[in-house]
């Protein structure tokens, strides 16, 4: 088993208990917008991300950035779970867990995402076109576009629903074409 299945195996369990703590509490939504502010802290800043992830660091010095950082920043259950997840030395898979939490929090929501790659940004008219097909063909009651700009690509745009991958691209028509030339 690979470290990266061990990390998931972990982090599960942690994304589901945080899910059950919101949907009891009937704070799902406070709850996502709280864990999508973590999530950008961490994107934005190197240092807090180095900061937890450092194993000399000690578990009280990291309770006491966090509560002193997220006090009323975050709600108490949200506070509570970072400060669990320090004390048994999980908190270097936060990341992992929150994405793990978003995944589980979409599917009880019957929200699908969908990571679009195009060479140019698509206008709003074409994002809901490309809403309402993937809709059809996921059946799902929501969809939520990730879009990156691939400059790369010459034409087309190829999107990914899970494991699932549409490439509409022109290089991927190209390459299509190629194989199917090569087997003839």
């Not at 939504?29 to 502010?37: C, R």
């Not at 961490?42 to 660091?57: I, Y």
């Not at 509570?80 to 994405?99: A, E, P, Q, S, T």
């Not at 698509?122 to 059809?136: H, M, V, Y």
């Amino acid at each position: 088993m690979s470290s990266q299945d061990a990390n998931d195996k972990i982090a599960l369990p942690y994304a589901e208990a945080l899910l059950e703590c919101a949907h009891k509490n009937n704070i799902v939504d406070d709850m996502n917008n709280d864990v999508s502010s973590i999530q950008s802290l961490l994107a934005e800043s190197t240092d807090f991300r180095v900061f937890l992830n450092n194993p000399l660091t000690g578990i009280e010095a990291k309770k006491s950035v966090i509560s002193k950082l997220l006090l009323n920043q975050v709600n108490s259950f949200l506070l509570k779970f970072l400060l669990v997840l320090v004390k048994r030395r999980r908190i270097n898979l936060i990341n992992l867990i929150i994405d793990k939490y978003f995944d589980l929090a979409y599917k009880l929501d019957s929200i699908t995402i969908v990571t679009v790659s195009t060479s140019v940004a698509l206008t709003e008219a074409q994002q809901e076109a490309l809403i309402n097909k993937l809709k059809d063909m996921t059946s799902s009651q929501t969809v939520k576009l990730e879009m990156n700009i691939n400059t790369s690509l010459l034409g087309g745009f190829i999107i990914q629903i899970g494991s699932k991958v549409i490439d509409t691209s022109l290089a991927g028509k190209l390459k299509n074409m190629a194989f199917y030339l090569s087997n003839k």
